[in-house]
């Protein structure tokens, strides 16, 4: 296991977490569907600022038999020490059953040690289909945290997660993943780390926060220079024409058509 500052992300399907990822990731390349249960395996996604790991991220699919996983973990935790040595054996057990694989995919990423975000539509009403996984999770011990994806402004539910919220998660976090900026992303990261008790993922926070908000004033920097670069050599663009040419229309079109382009890039 490596020392990387590791974020899950789970929940059910359909709920954003492909785009959560894709989002916190930079990489648009992550398939993301509107189609519930597209996601069947887990992966990771580090985030690389110069060659350095900021932090990975891992997508999961969404729960298929969590009810028979908890029944299986309550019958046997006390034949482990703990619950990591509980989860090895039942997926060395069950990795070949298909009825249990996206559950696997799951487990595989939370004997990571990550941070957990697990995210809801903020229009979704709690209910007692939610309980099995949560209570998974929890067997795990890990900072968990609720995100309220704000899938439908007009219609918020996040009321009715009040008691829940509380038994399972150390904070939550109003997020809109289809309209994140720089800002929201930053914010989420600080959120984390002021409600986070383990030294060691604090600094890993801390330094990923640190590292994002250089990063942030380098490409400013950049696009500042770039953008001033441009201006400036279409301000002072220029084509010497005799003054018969110039006064034919093509070439008044031919110069307008060059300085079109230089503003178009």
């Not at 990387?4 to 990822?21: E, H, Q, R, T, Y």
């Not at 006390?78 to 057990?93: C, G, H, P, R, S």
């Not at 069950?94 to 903020?122: A, G, M, Q, R, W």
């Not at 109003?174 to 409600?195: G, H, Q, R």
């Amino acid at each position: 296991m490596n020392n990387k500052l590791k974020i899950a992300i789970i929940g059910d399907p359909n709920k954003g977490k492909s785009s959560f990822v894709s989002t916190f990731a930079y990489n648009d390349g992550i398939a993301v569907s509107s189609k519930s249960g597209e996601t069947i395996k887990s992966s990771c996604h580090p985030l690389k600022i110069k060659d350095e790991t900021v932090y990975e991220l891992y997508d999961t699919p969404g729960f298929n038999n969590d009810e028979e996983l908890l029944e299986y973990i309550n019958e046997n935790e006390t034949k482990f020490l703990n619950v990591y040595q509980l989860i090895t054996n039942f997926i060395e057990e069950y990795k070949e059953s298909y009825d249990f694989s996206k559950d696997i995919e799951i487990l595989k990423v939370l004997k990571e040690k990550p941070i957990v975000v697990y995210i809801v539509n903020s229009s979704t009403k709690y209910n007692s289909n939610f309980d099995c996984s949560l209570e998974i999770i929890k067997k795990f011990n890990l900072p968990s945290f609720i995100i309220y994806n704000q899938h439908d402004e007009n219609k918020n539910e996040k009321v009715s997660w009040g008691d829940i919220e509380k038994k399972y998660f150390i904070s939550s976090f109003e997020y809109n993943v289809l309209n994140s900026n720089f800002n929201n992303k930053i914010n989420f990261l600080e959120m984390l780390e002021k409600n986070i008790q383990d030294k060691t993922i604090k600094e890993q926070l801390c330094k990923s926060i640190k590292i994002l908000n250089k990063d942030f004033e380098r490409r400013l920097d950049f696009t500042y220079e770039e953008l001033s670069d441009r201006f400036y050599k279409i301000i002072n663009y220029s084509i010497e024409y005799s003054e018969r040419d110039f006064l034919k229309k093509k070439k008044k079109k031919e110069f307008i058509a060059e300085i079109r382009n230089k503003e178009k890039s």
